[in-house]
């Protein structure tokens, strides 16, 4: 069974453009969360989207956002990007039966903003 | 609002030794615990899950364990070797969802 899938790894932005990033779960997962990750802050919960709603959020801007596909693949968007944000982004799916389920993380990506 | 520390941030031990890393969390009402290994700008690799209901779990030379009254859970590493070499991660699920709340972390180095 193939594993977290992110794309891109890697990305250089400059301040003020948006950013989206993508996440594929493990196949019959349902739940996907978006974690980023930084030298002083460590890692912080973005957001979590199960059958395309969003079931709760983190401490973040509105500049980040996210959505769910019916395929579960999920999408995050950075708008009006800030040196701040420079970051690796990491998403992990889990299957979801009751809130207990193993969270599998993907290799993230690594946003750069210049 | 649940904080999570591990202790201690950094670890550096010889081949073979045996080492316990500490995480402690603020709020007992979890519903589970996972460790996590995270090698250098790499993602994270699960090692073991505790339900709140569980005292431990092994998974080879791993062993953890979870003391949810005390708010105290332990990564025991038997014969450590070189590839353990990685930053080490406790995190806690307070049932909001599938929301993870993360510790800082250990850094372990094992020298030949």
């Known amino acids: 069974k193939a594993g977290v899938t992110q794309t891109p790894r890697y990305l250089i932005k400059t301040r003020g453009q948006q950013v989206t990033l993508s996440c594929s779960p493990i196949?019959?997962?349902?739940?996907v969360s978006w974690y980023q990750q930084t030298p002083g802050q460590g890692l912080q919960f973005l957001f979590e989207?199960?059958?395309?709603?969003?079931?709760n959020k983190g401490n973040f801007p509105g500049r980040f956002s996210g959505r769910q596909f019916s395929n579960s693949r999920s999408e995050m968007n950075v708008s009006t990007l800030e040196l701040g944000d420079s970051a690796l982004y990491l998403c992990?799916?889990?299957?979801?039966?009751?809130?207990?389920?193993?969270?599998?993380f993907g290799p993230g990506t690594r946003l750069t903003v210049l | 609002k649940q904080e999570v520390t591990q202790i201690p941030a950094a670890l550096s031990v010889p081949e073979g030794e045996n080492l316990v890393l500490n995480c402690s969390f603020t709020?007992?009402?979890?519903?589970?615990l996972q460790w996590f290994r995270q090698d250098p700008g790499k993602g994270l690799t699960s090692l073991l899950l505790?339900?709140?209901?569980?005292r431990e779990q092994t998974s080879g030379r791993l062993n953890a364990s979870l003391d949810k009254s005390s708010g105290r859970s332990t990564l025991y590493i038997a014969a450590s070797q070189p590839g353990d070499s990685a930053t080490y991660l406790c995190a806690v699920n307070t049932g909001t969802a599938s929301k993870l709340t993360f510790g800082t972390g250990t850094r372990l180095q094992v020298t030949l």
């Open positions: 992990a799916s889990s299957f979801v039966a009751g809130d207990t389920d193993t969270q599998y």
């Open positions: 196949s019959g997962h349902r739940s």
């Open positions: 989207y199960f059958s395309e709603t969003q079931r």
């Open positions: 709020d007992s009402a979890i519903y589970n």
């Open positions: 505790i339900q709140s209901s569980q």
